[in-house]
C-alpha cells in the first residue's frame, strides 16, 4: 500500500505549521493526538464531514505537524516527533493557551478507553 507524503524535516516552515494549528478544528485535532498515541483518522468526532476531516488531517500531513501510517484501508495518525526537534516546545505552548472549549473538543471524545480509540 502507497504511505502518503510527508515533507523532510528540513522542509517543515513555521509560517506552515502556525497556519495548520490556526483552524479550531485542526487545533482540536492535535489537542487529541497530544497524547503521543497513534489514532484511527475516522475516530476524530469533530462533528464536520469526512469529507472535511480529510482535508484537515492533509493540511496537518502537509505541514509537517502529523505524520499517517496506512495499514490496508485505515489510515492511522500522530504527531511528528521531528516537528519537536525543529521546533522545540512550540505544541505544547500552542495547546496550552488555546481556547480550552474548542481545542479540547476532539480530544475529550477520545479519552482511554473510549469506543474510538485506535488500538
Known amino acids: 500500500m502507497k504511505?502518503?507524503?510527508?515533507?523532510?524535516?528540513?522542509?517543515?516552515?513555521l509560517e506552515a505549521v502556525l497556519a495548520a494549528l490556526a483552524d479550531p478544528v485542526r487545533l482540536s485535532i492535535v489537542a487529541a493526538l497530544s497524547d503521543q498515541s497513534e489514532h484511527s483518522a475516522g475516530a476524530f468526532d469533530c462533528d464536520i464531514a469526512s469529507s472535511t476531516l480529510s482535508h484537515h488531517l492533509k493540511v496537518?500531513?502537509?505541514?509537517?505537524?502529523?505524520s499517517h501510517r496506512k495499514e490496508g484501508t485505515r489510515c492511522f495518525v500522530s504527531l511528528r516527533p521531528?516537528?519537536?526537534?525543529?521546533?522545540?516546545?512550540?505544541?505544547?505552548?500552542?495547546?496550552?493557551f488555546a481556547p480550552k472549549d474548542r481545542a479540547r473538543e476532539c480530544a475529550e471524545r477520545l479519552?482511554?478507553?473510549?469506543?474510538?480509540?485506535?488500538?
Open 60 to 66: 496537518l500531513r502537509e505541514a509537517g505537524v502529523t
Open 3 to 13: 504511505q502518503l507524503d510527508h515533507p523532510n524535516v528540513n522542509e517543515i516552515r
Open 111 to 119: 479519552l482511554p478507553g473510549g469506543p474510538n480509540r485506535a488500538k
Open 82 to 96: 521531528e516537528l519537536d526537534q525543529v521546533f522545540p516546545g512550540l505544541l505544547t505552548l500552542v495547546l496550552e
